[in-house]
């Protein structure tokens, strides 16, 4: 069963950047998806890729500071995180970018703070 794990959240200042990894157990032909989770919110889709690598959808209040690539050689899926802002404060999830989601990993958190 396809397992996804997250890894490189941390903490940042405003105006920092981070770099997220999604490592995936198995060799995917599907789009790919960030997600985030913000506390008392529900989960939402920032930033999506196609296989191939294009084309990507981000979602409006990521435009210009967040990039989703991916490596399908290695298995993997990141989201480049620059110009974080205090309302980019979440717990990062990647998973299918549409259809029947795989079982969610542990999510990866990203704290901006002054």
């Known amino acids: 069963q396809m397992q996804l794990v997250e890894s490189g959240g941390g903490s940042a200042q405003p105006g920092g950047s981070l770099r997220l990894s999604c490592l995936m157990t198995?060799?995917?032909?599907?789009?790919m998806a960030w997600y985030r989770q913000a506390p008392g919110k529900e989960r939402e889709l920032v930033a999506s890729?196609?296989?191939?690598?294009?084309?990507?959808f981000y979602a409006d209040s990521v435009k210009g500071r967040l990039t989703i690539s991916r490596d399908d050689a290695k298995n993997l899926v990141y989201l480049q995180m620059n110009n974080l802002k205090p309302e980019d404060t979440a717990v990062y999830y990647c998973?299918?970018?549409?259809?029947?989601?795989?079982?969610w990993g542990q999510g990866a958190q990203v704290t901006v703070s002054s």
């Open positions: 890729i196609s296989r191939g690598g294009t084309p990507t």
């Open positions: 198995e060799t995917v032909f599907v789009s």
């Open positions: 998973n299918k970018a549409s259809g029947n989601m795989w079982p």
